[in-house]
């Protein structure tokens, strides 16, 4: 048995012969899965310049420096089409906890949310959207953003400076174009932009695609109602929430001129007919794929699902290039009140959950209001009300509920369920933790979304709810539980979809797959023992502010243009991420991290 690692590092890559070494490293004796779907086969992988230069029998002399993997699998990094990592980036190198997990590209700028165009007098109001929106809390955002950009492609030259350990595709993010050309008031009111406005918003969004978009992004949801819990931070409807199909079709003919970029779109308006049609006519219009989030599973209703899943395949047998993306994760939710908002769905919940902890304390106390939260219960993002689990007493009284679902401390105490969670809530000053899984958990529901070749995995919200989720998890959770464990769908196919298929629609064809001369983003891990860790809650943000994180581990290497960033499960500081502008690389790869 070969050593369990070999780290050959050569003197300027030259022999003692005095020869330059034909390759910069060989990842020796794995199995390749090379992401197109074709049978996984033993063998070499030569890496030169950041690219794959051979794949074969390698002799380990051609190379300066070998990478034992033997027993591992050996396959192409995995892309990931929906994060919120545009903040984050500035701060953190790995977009952890995505990196940890083998993505090695993210798309960021997803439903239409972003950072620029942004003047500087809007950059507060920006970030608070954010806190809610998305839950990235405000002291991280404004302690670790250089707020170096206004416009969309200075903030893309912002990136581009950026050491990253990462690469990064950028959508451009329609909600600030909206609010930069009609004011923020009249973006969020849902009026008609006028023809010299729409004129402007599609000249932004060109020069914005002409720095390196790779399309455009909106989030399209209704501000009530079931998929209604994305919502501004007073909890008004984002400016994408209520921008008109004539607008989006407007967006959609940009595309159409330069025969490139996607569309990436969450819409929920009550009416899927309605909906369904606009998306079609979005890809028709534009000639370009749309990727629609997303596709859920509800243990209790699996006809909304299905019903997608049909319309999913009548597009495909159209020739309309409508992608879904799955929701594939359990990955469940672990909060407080002190800022929990995804009960929005619900006007009530939403109102009494808006405002500082101290105005969220006195409504969640307000006998007055327990009506309403009694009648609204909210089902859209978590599974049963009274299934919710607490997890974490704050107060010595309510020890006894450790581990207790709401359902049981509710017959227990002889309340209404919402009466039996609440009254712990203000008891603790909003600082009880309670834990609930999504509601799909039902495994032969979770088959027939997988059972769909053309529906993407993830919706991993890398970046965002990170005092909540740690979805980004989900490409070692594909691996361990729908293949290895479920056989679900052979590796060779969790391989396509995790990779070669996300950066197809990203515009990096070249990526996502083990080729000559595609780029080095390669991960290189042990199947039988790749696990996902158990959840922690870390310090590590800016501004003081903590998050939580799930490791992976089985991850022997991860290489991101021919560099290794991860090590047996542990970063490098090796920062060779790219901004892959229109899906390319540019700039020179950092070998290490800047000083």
């Not at 809530?425 to 979770?446: A, D, I, Q, R, W």
């Not at 052979?490 to 000559?516: F, K, M, T, Y």
């Amino acid at each position: 048995m070969r050593i369990s690692v070999v780290y050959s590092f050569l003197t300027d890559y030259i022999f003692e012969d005095g020869k330059m070494a034909e390759f910069d490293k060989v990842i020796k004796g794995g199995m390749v899965v090379d992401g197109s779907r074709g049978p996984r086969y033993l063998s070499d992988v030569a890496i030169k310049d950041g690219k794959i230069a051979e794949v074969g029998h390698i002799d380990e002399k051609r190379a300066a420096e070998v990478l034992d993997a033997e027993g591992m699998i050996v396959a192409p990094g995995f892309v990931d089409l929906h994060t919120h990592y545009d903040a984050q980036l500035f701060w953190d190198p790995y977009c952890s906890i995505s990196s940890w997990h083998g993505i090695t590209t993210v798309v960021i700028g997803n439903c239409g949310f972003g950072f620029a165009p942004v003047a500087p007098e809007a950059r507060e109001r920006a970030m608070l959207s954010m806190t809610r929106v998305e839950a990235i809390p405000l002291a991280s955002m404004k302690e670790g953003m250089p707020w170096d950009w206004e416009t969309f492609p200075e903030y893309l030259d912002s990136v581009d400076r950026t050491p990253k350990a990462m690469n990064i595709v950028p959508y451009v993010p329609i909600g600030p174009i909206l609010i930069s050309v009609m004011g923020l008031e009249d973006a969020k009111s849902g009026r008609m932009p006028t023809n010299k406005e729409h004129k402007e918003m599609c000249r932004i969004l060109e020069e914005s695609l002409d720095a390196g978009g790779c399309g455009w992004s909106a989030q399209r949801l209704p501000p009530t109602g079931p998929g209604g819990a994305q919502l501004d931070y007073d909890g008004t409807a984002m400016p994408t929430d209520v921008m008109s199909n004539e607008t989006a079709l407007e967006f959609a003919k940009v595309l159409r001129n330069r025969n490139a970029g996607h569309m990436q779109t969450t819409m929920v308006t009550g009416d899927p007919k309605a909906d369904q049609a606009h998306m079609e006519d979005l890809a028709k219009v534009s000639g370009r794929p749309i990727v629609f989030n997303v596709v859920q599973a509800t243990d209790t209703k699996p006809h909304i699902h299905r019903k997608v899943l049909a319309w999913l395949e009548r597009c495909r047998e159209a020739g309309t290039r409508v992608y879904g993306q799955g929701l594939t994760t359990d990955a469940g939710f672990a909060f407080t009140f002190v800022d929990w908002n995804l009960f929005d769905e619900c006007p009530a919940w939403r109102e009494a959950t808006v405002g500082s902890p101290e105005e969220r304390l006195e409504k969640l106390a307000d006998p007055k209001r327990r009506p309403a939260l009694r009648e609204q219960i909210p089902e859209f993002v978590l599974g049963p009300f009274e299934n919710i689990v607490l997890t974490g007493p704050a107060s010595a009284d309510s020890q006894k509920w450790l581990d207790h679902t709401i359902g049981q401390i509710a017959e227990q105490t002889g309340k209404h369920p919402v009466d039996a969670m609440l009254d712990i809530v203000v008891s603790e000053n909003l600082e009880t933790e309670f834990f609930s899984m999504p509601p799909n958990g039902k495994l032969e529901y979770l088959k027939e979304i997988v059972d769909n070749p053309y529906v993407l995995f993830g919706v991993s919200d890398g970046g965002a709810h990170t005092k909540f989720l740690t979805a980004g998890r989900y490409p070692t959770e594909t691996l361990v539980k729908i293949v290895r464990e479920n056989n679900m769908i052979s590796l060779e196919d969790a391989h396509w979809r995790l990779a070669s298929l996300p950066a197809q629609l990203a515009g990096c064809p070249e990526r996502g797959i083990i080729r000559v001369g595609s780029p080095a983003d390669v991960v290189v891990y042990d199947y039988e023992n790749l696990e996902v860790l158990p959840a922690e809650v870390v310090h590590d943000l800016p501004g003081g502010e903590w998050r939580r994180i799930q490791r992976a581990k089985g991850y022997r290497y991860v290489l991101i243009n021919g560099e290794v960033t991860i090590l047996n499960d542990e970063q490098t500081n090796n920062y060779s991420g790219q901004l892959l502008r229109h899906g390319r690389g540019t700039g020179k790869l950092r070998r290490a991290a800047a000083a």
